[in-house]
Nanobody, 125 residues
Framework: QVQLVESGGGLVQAGGSLRLSCAASGRTFSIYTMGWFRQAPGKEREFVSA?????????YYADSVKGRFTISGDNAKNTVYLQMNSLKPEDTAVYYC?????????????????WGQGTQVTVSS
């Protein structure tokens, strides 16, 4: 089992920045991919970003956040970060951290094995 706890959400003005953290515990050695997804009210959960092998692997981004968000990992702390810059009102959502143990397709939410409880990000215009 893997437990995930997100933190770092909040209210920020458009153009501002936030850094989300996701701390993993449990069988962290079995994780291939850490991903971030988000879900706005009335919308489906969508892929935001992912990283393979914590800090040494490939990174992936949704087109909507490319160039503004950066994912990184700290293997020693079992923590993944999502640095979000130049935030827009359309980035407002609950952000979820997810872990994959089966080398999933990074953009497919259903292929992740564990999920955090989510953290709210609100960007005001």
């Amino acid at each position: 089992q893997v437990q995930l706890v997100e933190s770092g959400g909040g209210l920020v003005q458009a153009g501002g920045s936030l850094r989300l953290s996701c701390a993993a515990s449990g069988r962290t050695f079995s994780i291939y991919t850490m991903g971030w997804f988000r879900q706005a009210p009335g919308k489906e959960r969508e892929f935001v970003s992912a990283i393979r092998n914590w800090s040494g692997g490939s990174t992936y981004y949704a087109d909507s956040v490319k160039g503004r968000f950066t994912i990184s990992g700290d293997n020693a702390k079992n923590t993944v970060y999502l640095q979000m810059n130049s935030l827009k009102p359309e980035d407002t959502a609950v952000y979820y951290c997810a872990a994959d143990q089966r080398f999933a397709r990074v953009t497919t939410a259903s292929e992740y094995d564990y999920w955090g409880q989510g953290t709210q990000v609100t960007v005001s215009s």
